[in-house]
């Protein structure tokens, strides 16, 4: 079946699944600035206000993920 959605809307949903596999397929075709923005991004949803509980729970599975597989 093809995916009609929109590719940024695909990533997204990829980096806020709390999967590791999809965080981490969808983290893999990004440049190491790119990386770094996104993570930015991340921090920024987990810590700041006007976020939904569930966007930062999502937020904070993605930098473990990605953080822990930067670590490696």
């Given at each position: 079946m093809n995916d009609l959605r929109d590719p940024l809307e695909i990533f997204w949903d990829a980096?806020?699944?709390?999967?590791?596999?999809?965080?981490?397929?969808?983290?893999a075709g990004l440049s190491a600035s790119e990386q770094q923005e996104l993570i930015a991004h991340l921090q920024r949803m987990a810590s700041e206000p006007g976020w939904h509980t569930e966007q930062?729970?999502?937020?904070?599975?993605?930098?473990?993920?990605?953080l822990n597989t930067k670590k490696s």
């Open positions: 980096i806020l699944s709390r999967r590791p596999d999809q965080i981490l397929a969808a983290c930062r729970k999502s937020a904070k599975a993605a930098l473990k993920t990605i």
